[in-house]
């Protein structure tokens, strides 16, 4: 993966982490977001090549209402966003929020091959809405 900005928004430490030493190892540089609040200025500001969320935070719509900003906002509309969750249940229920043509998702738990080949997806200019590894309907 060539150097990309990647913004990670998602308010466990952990995954921030972890999220930081995969990217790093792949050569791209990342900021992290510990809230979905600021979260949508921050991807505003820095316009990175793409954003990782997490669709449950601080609040069970936390996500959807990230992707809902970045999608009406024309300075975040065109960024390519891969949503990373674990709840599943709130994917399938919202899923009109979260169709966009540069985004995908990638249900949790997930293999590393799987996060860099979505990664490398939606980087592409036609990359396309897609669940990667687990079905929403």
């Not at 993966?1 to 308010?11: T, Y």
């Not at 991807?43 to 601080?58: F, H, K, N, T, Y």
Request: with cysteine; hydrophobic share 45%.
């Amino acid at each position: 993966m060539a150097m990309e900005h990647i913004v990670v928004i998602n308010d466990d430490a952990l995954y921030l982490e972890m999220m930081r030493d995969i990217l790093t190892d792949e050569g791209c540089s990342m900021t992290a977001c510990a809230t979905s609040s600021g979260a949508v200025a921050v991807v505003e500001q820095q316009q990175p090549a793409a954003v990782i969320l997490d669709m449950r935070m601080e609040q069970p719509d936390s996500g959807v209402v990230v992707l809902q900003q970045l999608r009406d906002n024309p300075r975040t509309a065109h960024v390519p966003v891969l949503v990373c969750s674990a709840d599943v249940d709130t994917l399938r229920s919202r899923i009109e929020a979260v169709q966009h043509p540069h985004w995908c998702i990638l249900a949790k738990p997930f293999k590393l091959d799987d996060l860099l080949n979505t990664l490398q997806t939606i980087l592409r200019p036609s990359g396309l809405t897609r669940a990667v590894n687990e079905p929403l309907i």
